[in-house]
């Protein structure tokens, strides 16, 4: 197996940013968020669990997850959250592992803004963090995803603290103004990650 790159930060710190730079490095990324839509996609048994256990308001009429109703219900009942997260972080960390098992890149990426949270962690060889002050992050996913900012707030509340990924986190990077600024923070620990992966693997 590849040596493992675990890349974390909250809201509007700029992971994706990130990743894409390292994907035009030829390294493979898999993402927690895309694998997390993968798993309870039509026909999967995530989501025929999810319809078992909330009931069917939480399909569409086409049969496809309910994601704004069921994510205003989790906010509203933390034992709701719970409940789905007994369903969908098995069957996400399936996946991630056969994913990360099948990349050939010189090192392969996971990004997941809860990596700490979910133990993912465990999955990987090496932390890094992209960081942003909160005023930041609330400006960028304001302007990214149309949410306001009471509904970030929440998000943000929801993680895992700055001070503590940053603490667990073994790299962090600042994401706090241009994208050339990053780029050149990354390059270096690129290069690292590539030496990394020759000496252990």
């Known amino acids: 197996m590849s040596f493992i790159l675990g890349i974390t930060g909250g809201i509007g710190s700029g992971k994706s940013a990130a990743t894409q730079w390292f994907e035009s490095q030829g ?25 078992q256990s909330f009931g069917d308001w939480v399909l569409l009429e086409d049969g496809n997850l309910n994601r704004r109703a069921l994510r205003e219900h989790i906010f509203q009942f ?29 090192y392969v990426i996971l990004v997941s803004p809860l990596l700490f949270e979910t133990n993912q962690h ?41 001070t503590q990924k940053q603490q667990l986190a073994n790299d962090t990077v600042l994401n706090d103004g241009l994208l050339e600024h990053l780029h050149l923070q990354l390059k270096p620990l690129h290069l690292k990650y590539l030496q990394r992966a020759e000496q252990v693997f």
Do not use: C, F, W, Y
């Open 122 to 162: 465990e999955l990987v060889h090496h932390t890094l963090l992209i960081d942003a002050d909160e005023q930041i992050q609330l400006q960028r996913a304001s302007q990214r995803d149309g949410q306001n900012e009471e509904q970030i707030r929440k998000i943000i509340a929801a993680q895992m603290s700055r």
């Open 78 to 106: 933390p034992e709701a959250r719970q409940t789905l997260e007994k369903i969908t972080h098995p069957a996400i960390r399936q996946s991630i592992i056969q994913q990360l098992q099948q990349a050939e890149s010189p």
């Open 27 to 51: 390294i493979t990324v898999i993402d927690a968020d895309i694998v997390a839509r993968e798993i309870v996609e039509l026909g999967q048994p995530s989501l025929q669990a999810i319809q």
